[in-house]
């Protein structure tokens, strides 16, 4: 069975003039141990899937799965990683990591434990009592996926983590998150508007479209694991990104086919 | 915070660096005092200015000796402090539940927000008269004009703390499933606490402030009555005196509450 299911989902919000359909006919499934990216144009409603497979917003038809349980809650089989951290500013990292477990009733000294394990898998060993605040982006982000592991959740959902990153911090991170990921191999869900990432990132990609949104593609990653920088020069990666490009903005995208010419 | 960036940029010469940043702030204010004081006693005693209406510093100082040598003042001073004491603690044990609760539930909110804004934009000390006709002209109708007066400012400034939390944060507990108990809590407690302080010490002046107007309306003991019966006598030394100790009372309380501020965001300190 499917780790994740989407059967017909449709998200819509209240607006003025009747509701806005944000998503409609999402159907798509995500299997256990799968690195699912949703790529697509901004707007197009992918952050609202991965919030309503949160349970942190509701989903107006059709249903969401996690394994034979239907969506309706956050629950502790499924943990976000947010775009912007949204890490609490006046806890300390450690602090910030037990946040989750904290919330579950885990005894201190159990969660704190945990907290460590996880600041040390992320590359954070000797942060536990900084303050976020302290922290580049890239930093805080990581303590984010801290946070979120830390709960041990079995679906981890990645709303373009690493968004507000630089160009270079994104692809160490990207890289990062291959490494952590390979540990247990979660499942993943992980939003972006970045063909690389999308990509480099996934076994499969589910690309949305804009208006409707719905999914226009679905395309199967075929990459050797473990990935590092190397695969993004490789021919296949590049077929893939030339096709997404195609999908997205309706040309083949040459800046990445093409070496500089300089 | 560009400022600091550049100050740090600079290479720190020997002097910079032995005297710690802070310092220097309280070395310019406490300069800019004693000029103004000086200059204050030195144009009394040259005669520039008529000494009967603005008294010089030395005056004032030697009216306050008397004032505390006779016992006239401890006894004003305790009445006076009692009524802020009970007033602006009222108002704090009252205000920052109330407020809280408003920033929190919706319900609440909309019950005593028509409420609290009216009474947050009339000049309540103009009701001072009716407190006085229905609790008396003793202490029971300062402290109740005074717990008007800053309770309401308690509230907006506790429900403003609620409501400024990053709605990210309350998003990412609820992710969490955090219960609304734990994100009441949690979250928005810790977020809003900087907020409530400061409406605490906004709170502070307005309870000083209205503890004085009120003794001034009437009465038989405190500060304002002092200032009102020197007043009248055109004893400007002792009226000054009385004055200036009502500012530092209010720069200290204010201070303080500062303090508690700082201590309640360490997160903020290495900023």
């Given amino acids: 069975m499917a780790q994740i299911s989407y059967d017909h989902v449709e ?110 898998l992320v590359g954070l060993s000797g942060r536990e009592r900084s303050y976020p605040h302290q922290l580049s982006g890239g930093m805080r982000q990581r303590v984010g996926i801290a946070r979120a592991l830390a709960i041990d959740p079995e679906v981890l959902l990645m709303d373009e983590p690493f968004g507000a990153l630089d160009a270079q911090t994104r692809e160490v991170m990207a890289t990062e998150l291959l490494r952590i990921w390979d540990v247990d191999r979660k499942t993943v869900l992980f939003v972006t508007h970045s063909l690389d990432e999308a990509i480099f990132l996934a076994d499969k990609v589910l690309v949305m479209g804009d208006r409707p949104s719905r999914i226009i593609e679905v395309i199967d990653v075929d990459l050797p694991r473990p990935r590092d920088e190397a695969v993004r020069e490789s021919e296949a990666y590049i077929r893939y990104r030339a096709r997404l490009a195609e999908l997205l903005f309706g040309k083949p995208a040459a800046t990445v086919a093409v070496p500089a010419a300089s | 915070m560009t400022i600091a960036l550049s100050r740090r940029a600079r290479p720190a010469t020997a002097a910079s660096a032995a005297r710690r940043p802070s310092a220097g702030k309280y070395v310019v204010g406490i300069v800019s005092v004693v000029v103004v004081l000086a200059l204050w006693q030195l144009s009394g005693t040259l005669g520039w200015i008529p000494v009967a209406y603005t008294s010089t510093p030395l ?73 006085v006709l229905a609790l008396g002209i003793g202490p029971a109708s300062k402290v109740a004009i005074v717990f008007i007066e800053c309770v309401i400012t308690i509230v907006v400034n506790s429900m403003a703390g609620i409501r400024e939390t990053d709605p990210r944060l309350v998003r990412a507990a609820r992710s969490f499933q955090a219960s609304d108990w734990a994100i009441f809590m949690r979250v ?84």
């Fill in chain 1, 11 to 120: 998200i819509a919000y209240p607006g003025k003039d009747g509701p806005f359909v944000a998503v409609e006919d999402f159907t798509a499934e995500v299997e256990q141990g799968q690195f699912v990216t949703i790529v697509g144009p901004s707007g197009c409603g992918k952050s609202s899937v991965l919030m309503a497979t949160d349970g942190l917003l509701a989903a107006s038809g059709g249903a969401i799965q996690i394994g034979d349980r239907t969506v309706s809650r956050p629950g502790k089989d499924r943990a976000v990683v947010f775009q912007d951290a949204s890490l609490l500013p006046w806890r300390t990292i450690e602090s910030n990591v037990a946040f989750g477990l904290e919330m579950q009733g885990v005894g201190k000294q159990e969660r704190l434990a945990a907290a460590r394990r996880y600041i040390d």
């Fill in chain 2, 59 to 131: 005056a004032v100082l030697g009216a306050g000796g008397t004032l505390i040598g006779s016992g006239e003042l401890g006894a004003n001073v305790v009445s006076s402090l009692a009524i802020f004491a009970i007033g602006f603690g009222g108002g704090a044990v009252i205000g920052v539940p109330l407020g809280m609760l408003m920033g929190w539930r919706l319900r609440a909110r909309q019950t005593f927000e028509p409420l609290v804004t009216a009474v947050y934009l009339t000049p309540s000390i103009v009701l001072l008269p009716i407190f």
């Fill in chain 2, 188 to 271: 928005l407690l810790p977020s809003a606490l900087p907020t409530i302080v400061a409406g605490l010490r906004l709170g502070v002046g307005r309870a000083v402030i209205t503890v004085v107007v009120a003794e001034l309306y009437g009465g038989t003991i405190g500060i304002g009555v002092l200032i009102s019966q020197y007043g009248t006598a055109l004893r400007i030394a002792p009226l000054m005196f009385l004055v200036i100790l009502v500012g530092v009372f209010g720069y200290v309380a204010s201070a303080l509450l500062r303090r508690v501020e700082v201590a309640v965001t360490p997160w903020r300190r290495e900023r």
